[in-house]
DNA sequence: CGAGGGTTTGATGATAGTCAAAGTGAGTGG
DNA sequence: CCACTCACTTTGACTATCATCAAACCCTCG
């Protein structure tokens, strides 16, 4: 019951580039499974040399680090599409641990194609740089937020932004999307703690500008959010799906 | 006076991985010249679509991002053998701003050039993902330390980094190594204040752990520093030189 | 010798962390 | 169907880390 490429949910939807035909039949090939999860299941582990990649095709989860003392750096949020296992492969060694949040399906792919894959169509291999360049320019944006923003400016940031990538894969719908995350992720991914995390939303809801709960965001006044995030309210771009 | 890229003073240091001479030649093909430039000169800026690329070839600077109200993030510092621009070159736009620090010699290659070398070998195209890769995993590296660590631990952290990257660069002798930043470049890189960072230098001088006066930067105690960031100390690894 | 950039220091206050406890709601088992 | 548990959220009280302000200091340079 595995889907195939040629039907691929995900890029029907708007957000994902097309494919030539050539790309699609190479991808296709190059995809060797797929993987059901359930929710807190570990994906892949910091450190580790994992045999395979993997495309997120349903379900959402989370990329982290963790400190010897314990405490957690949520790296970023997992959507559908998003490409896991990257580093694994061009360092030999995750620098992050990927865990699922919700039920997932991923797209299995093995490590010992990867390079025929990546030299097979310069396309291809065009994308996946393009890839490593988006992460690594949206890191450096939460660099300057976890650095720069103070609390609230910081959490109107993030909710801007998933908002954006939840509207991009058409999750969004009367205004509101799923965002099935806890406010320890979210607090973790801003450096801050629970407690004030807590708090700072209730700050945001109290000002009528968004409400996040059971699971649900609903952003009412995305202007006034953007004006205290500091940002400028602009689409993600399409981007290709491996 | 262009340094010829068969005759590259970096590639001599270990370093860097050694070139097949026809990557060599590619590469020289690529370089369309050398720029010089003095200390503060900006030489991309955020949100430009630069039509040139570099590698540092001497000098250090900086990569940062600025917010609105004009706080700063300094995202990265430069060292010689950085690769510069590739944001502008797979996105279309730089998403941070660069600046030369000391004085510094860059070898120029032509963005209109970028999409043909990457194709002329899958092995020099593999090697600019691996730089955006490694990029990111720096970058995650950098989020758990502003994140998580508090300000004695990132500083720590921080010159731990900076010296191993010297080291690995050749630049350390008797433990000692140049250095040219101002505590504030620190301060912005670490998320903290420049009261707050001095302070916190002064603390680990205090301890007899570092000393970084002058411009030079001495480490006294790895070992104890390494506990204070909570890090492994391990060699950074050989990268590929563009 | 004065100017200016960078560093250092002290004083004060705000932002955010920690601790602790109560509230909420979904799921489970008797 | 009703406790009961467990995971998560919410709230209050207290504290620490860190930011801001201001002034002095140090050094290089013209």
Chains 1, 2 share one sequence.
């Not at 939807?13 to 359930?38: C, H, I, N, Y």
């Not at 690594?136 to 801007?160: K, N, P």
């Not at 009412?220 to 689409?235: G, P, T, Y």
Request: proline share 4%.
């Amino acid at each position: 019951m595995v889907t195939d490429c040629k039907h691929c949910p995900l890029r029907r939807r708007g957000f994902f580039e097309d494919m030539a035909p050539d790309e699609l039949e190479k991808t296709q090939r190059f995809k060797s499974g797929e993987l059901a999860v359930t929710p807190g299941t570990p994906i892949l582990m910091e450190g580790s040399k994992a045999p395979q990649l993997y495309t997120a095709l349903r379900g959402m989860g989370l990329r982290y680090k963790t400190l010897e003392d314990g405490r957690r750096q949520v790296v970023n949020f997992i959507f559908p599409g998003d490409f896991i296992g990257l580093q694994a492969c061009m360092l030999d060694e995750m620098g992050h641990s990927v865990e699922a949040t919700t039920h997932m399906t991923l797209c299995v792919f093995d490590r010992s194609d990867f390079y025929d894959f990546f030299r097979s169509n310069t396309k291809r291999a065009f994308d996946i740089t393009w890839l490593a360049a988006i992460e690594e320019h949206f890191l450096g944006e939460t660099l300057v937020t976890i650095g720069q923003r103070e609390a609230v400016s910081s959490m109107a940031w993030a909710f801007i932004r998933l908002y954006q990538r939840g509207a991009a894969l058409g999750l969004v719908q009367n205004g509101q999307m799923p965002l099935p995350y806890r406010q320890q992720d979210l607090a973790d991914a801003l450096g801050i703690s629970l407690v004030h995390a807590n708090k700072t939303i209730a700050k945001l809801r109290a000002h009528q500008l968004l409400n996040w709960s059971a699971g649900r965001l609903t952003i009412f006044d995305m202007e006034a959010l953007a004006k205290v995030a500091q940002v400028e309210i602009e689409e993600p771009r399409r981007r290709p799906l491996i």
